[in-house]
């Protein structure tokens, strides 16, 4: 799915689709709960909640991998290597959403069509 820029996207559309991506730096539970909530109202918010949530889901599979070789004791940079790239990658494509355009994360697993 490349980055596509839809038309006439209200104010607050655009905002909640700016707030699915950075309820993302938190925990996958927020991407989450905007989507099932604003699915229905709007296709930007259903979009970006979808991209946002496929993300989360994919950085979640990450810091369980990361979790587990924490026996090993190189999980705690994969965990942090993980953070630092998820506060980015969410702020960044956040802003492309109250920008007016559905962004997408590199590497993110597509669960959610």
């Given amino acids: 799915m ?3 820029q839809i038309d006439e996207v209200s104010k607050d559309d655009r905002t909640i689709g700016m707030i699915a991506h950075f309820a993302g730096i938190i925990t996958f539970i927020g991407p989450l709960a905007i989507w099932l ?5 709007s296709q930007f918010v259903d979009d ?3 991209v946002a949530l496929n993300f989360q889901l994919t950085m979640l599979i990450g810091f369980l991998i990361g979790g587990i070789l924490h026996v090993i004791f190189i999980g705690a940079m994969i965990n942090a290597v993980l953070t630092v790239v ?3 990658l969410c702020l960044m494509n956040g802003m492309r959403a109250y ?3 559905v962004p997408t ?9």
């Fill in 99 to 101: 920008n007016g355009v």
């Fill in 86 to 88: 998820n506060i980015i």
């Fill in 37 to 41: 909530i604003k699915k229905d109202q």
């Fill in 2 to 4: 490349l980055e596509n």
């Fill in 105 to 113: 994360y590199p590497y993110s697993i597509t669960f959610i069509k």
């Fill in 48 to 50: 970006n909640g979808k």
